[in-house]
């Protein structure tokens, strides 16, 4: 039966997508290419005689995730054995073959809604765990939890806290357009003092850069300011191609103030390590980046970040509406359940790693930002403070727009915010350029 249901899917499965943070191959692998660490089992059998099995999709985590497997099997007796996979490996790939081969963990990485519909009706419901209520991070599929998440990630408007507080801004005093705008200009005023090159890192640039403006910026139309569950303005876009008039309209006038205070060297035409490098230089005071840019800052440009005196980053809502007090916040890729092996074991093991011991590691040696509310640690990570302080206060959005049609930000979008970024469209004419361009998108 087995064989027969994966026939299909395996006969092309070199296509699947890769697991990792943006869903497409695990970025922060530190592994090599292609590399695949399993734990052995240590000392022989475990105490219980139980083993479960997880396979991991973050191989440079390999280490901390083996520490947790040993002190789970000193506090339990069960044995957890950690097969980590990354590089260019297709782990969705590897998961179909070892599913046909009757070989599947008891707990796997999946790194979204593509990863998890290739395991439809195969994957244990998780709603009656205890951690659920402690996060609004799990991956849900209509009302069943399917997916635990292990770290988070943010998009938000990243600021330089030390700039804001030489330039007399209170970050939380930005709470909607005009305050936004107020800021704005009070920074560009004393911009030369405070050695500044531009109030903003916005970047526009459409072939490499899309995925900036197009997703993950445009997200914060969709979600800003809404509950997580609020499926509003994703269901409009996938109901043909649907936008709110008003609601886009006010997006529009942020990122038309985006254009104007944005560094106009590079607007339209520079890179993603030129505007994380100009911020961590200390050369601009807003960035709009999510909070995975704290690993760059405090890795490849430490040096430029320790000359700019190695200043307190923060992250502010995208308030282009009065009264937006969210950050979108998501789990870059999930633990699933397989239902069909240990799934006592394998659900006590992932609540075990909400406790403290189990937290203090993620955080402090893994450096994940905890998506459970009840976390008592903060990683060294840049933003990981103020993704904890959102967190524990609520004040989170979803990400719906990995929902959005493949190739919209790519083919259509990204395209539409270089041009008004380039001055050859005004605010009207970049709303209704969008507007076409995203009904094209969905007609198809």
Known sequence: MKKRWLSAVLAGFMAASLVACGGSGDAGNAG??????????????????????????????????KKLAEMYEKETGVHVEIESMGGGIDIQG???????????????????????????????????????????????????????PYTTEAVGLAYNA??????????????GPESMKKAFETIDSKKDELGLTAVIGYFAEPVNLYWSTGNHLFANYIDAGLSRDDTTYIDMLSDGGKIDDARFSDFASMVELFNKYSDQALLVSGTYDQQILNFASGKYAFVTQGSWIGATITGDDADAYNAAGNFKCGMIPYAFQEGIDTILTNSPSWWAVYKDGDVEDAEAFLQWL????????????????????????????PFAQTISDYTSAGKTSAWHWLSMKDGYAQNYTGQVFA???????????????????TESAYAG
């Open 32 to 65: 090599g290419s292609g590399e695949t660490k399993a734990t052995e089992a240590s000392g022989g059998a475990s105490a219980s005689g139980k083993t479960i099995r997880l396979v991991n999709g973050k191989i440079e985590v390999d280490s901390q995730l």
């Open 94 to 148: 590897e998961l179909k073959a070892y599913y046909q081969s009757d070989n599947m963990p008891d707990i796997f990485v999946c790194g979204g809604a593509t990863d998890f519909k290739n395991w439809t009706g195969l994957l244990q419901d998780m709603s009656d765990q205890a951690w659920v209520s402690d996060t609004e991070a799990a991956y849900k599929e209509g009302t069943e939890v399917i997916g635990f």
């Open 162 to 175: 030390d700039i804001l507080e030489k330039a007399g801004v209170d970050p939380k005093s930005i709470t």
């Open 354 to 381: 909400t406790t403290d011991p189990a937290q203090e590691v993620l955080v402090n040696e893994a450096g994940f930002i905890s998506p459970f509310k009840s976390c008592k640690f903060v990683a060294s990570d």
């Open 419 to 437: 041009d008004f970024a380039a001055g050859s469209m005004d605010k009207d004419t970049f709303i209704s350029t969008f507007k076409q361009v």
